[in-house]
């Protein structure tokens, strides 16, 4: 059984967005989107085009403010999410993370003993507080009635990139190293599980209402590797916060983890799930009633591209498939550039229809 802390039921009085997680109805459910914030908004490039490189507008808290609530401005979502990057934490511990135009990221890559011994633990708080300044600048200037979303990469998917150096299809390089060098993959995955609770804990302390713990590559692990390198670390993380923030909501996003994602909300012991855009409606209902968690999710991103009868006969039937559940609609995976805002303005409109 799940206890709704007292401390939430209040605050959900005011932020529609908490309702799912205190089980308080709602008329319509909930609707942010991941990468609500990005390139597929004009206002998003013209401040991005003047903050200089991504990192740099990602640690310039009056940019990055104004791009967090840029999507609210404009659509009205129940939550803003922290304008961040899941690649600071990498960033914050010292390894070199540059976002070349259009190609993605670039780092260091870690590949022994001596590699992880540069990392500097000693630093990360420090270089965080341009980003707990973010969340607290966000926080004074958002409505009353929008929830905050601050979050991390899971130890699992930054190491991905942390080895890998960049992003890849398969992960090959970090699964490689967690079955060669298990003890040094292992010491990274405690590095960035103990760098990403300062992380957190930061932006709690300064205003997020909820966190999302994102693991994109979940999903290129065998059962016993997912136990021990996504599971375990992100129980670790949630145990953590939990000690500090009991009233705090959590949700883990196990991109791709398929039949394992009802045994992660279990083990982990997050209060949300947020299921990608290959998930069953049915099995998101299924989850939701096995497991009481609140499930988010999960529109195609493309449909958003698409629009029209496609997005509304979709966006309908996920609707009914989750009635009556604790629910958040979100998309499966992050917009992509190309998405119409129009569509994005449109579909708030059809959930609230509901
Ligand atoms: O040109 C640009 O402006 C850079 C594009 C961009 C943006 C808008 C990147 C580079 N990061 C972000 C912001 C971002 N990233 C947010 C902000 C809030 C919001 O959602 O609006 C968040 C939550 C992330 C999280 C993130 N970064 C993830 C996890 C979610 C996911 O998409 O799977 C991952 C894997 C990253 C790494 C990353 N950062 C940027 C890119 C292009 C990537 C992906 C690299 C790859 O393809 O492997």
């Not at 966000?138 to 960049?166: D, H, K, N, Q, S």
Request: a neutral charge; charged letters at 25%.
């Amino acid at each position: 059984m799940r206890e709704i802390p007292s401390g939430l039921i209040e605050r959900a009085r005011q932020r529609p967005f908490l309702k799912p997680f205190a089980r308080q109805a709602v008329g319509a459910p909930p609707i942010w989107l991941m990468r609500q914030a990005g390139r597929y908004l004009p206002e998003y490039r013209e401040v991005r085009a003047k903050a200089g490189s991504f990192l740099d507008l990602c640690y310039n808290p009056e940019l990055a403010s104004e791009v967090t609530i840029q999507p609210i401005r404009r659509f009205g979502f129940d939550a803003a999410i922290l304008f961040s990057d899941i690649l600071v934490v990498p960033h914050a511990l010292g390894q070199t993370v540059t976002f070349a135009e259009g190609e993605g990221p670039r780092l260091d890559p870690i590949r022994s003993a001596m590699d992880l011994a540069r990392l500097n633990e000693l630093q990360v708080g420090r270089k965080f507080e341009l980003v707990f300044e973010t969340v607290r600048r966000t926080r004074a200037a958002l409505p009353a009635e929008t929830a905050l979303i601050g979050f991390c990469g899971a130890p699992w998917t930054v190491a991905t990139y942390m080895v890998g150096g960049r992003g890849s299809v398969d992960q090959a390089e970090a699964r490689l190293m967690a079955y060669q060098e298990p003890e040094i993959f292992s010491q990274l995955i405690d590095i960035i599980s103990t760098a990403s609770v300062t992380y957190l804990d930061g932006q709690v302390a300064a205003g997020a209402d909820a966190i999302q713990i994102f693991d994109s590559w979940a999903g290129s692990l065998p059962d016993d590797e997912f136990d021990r390198w996504v599971v375990a670390p992100t129980r670790r993380i949630v145990r953590e916060l939990k000690q500090r923030y009991p009233a705090l909501p959590i949700i883990g996003f196990p991109r791709a983890a398929g039949d394992k994602i009802a045994h992660y909300v279990r083990e982990t012991g997050v209060d949300g799930v947020s299921c990608d855009t290959t998930f069953s409606i049915r099995g998101m209902a299924e989850l939701s009633s096995a497991e009481n968690v609140v499930v988010q999710g999960n529109l195609d991103p493309l449909l958003l591209v698409t629009g029209g009868a496609a997005l509304e006969k979709r966006v309908e039937e996920i609707l009914t498939a989750v009635s009556g559940r604790p629910f958040i609609f979100n998309l499966g995976h992050g917009i992509v550039p190309q998405t119409p805002p129009e569509n994005v303005a449109k579909l708030v409109q059809l959930v609230r229809r509901g």
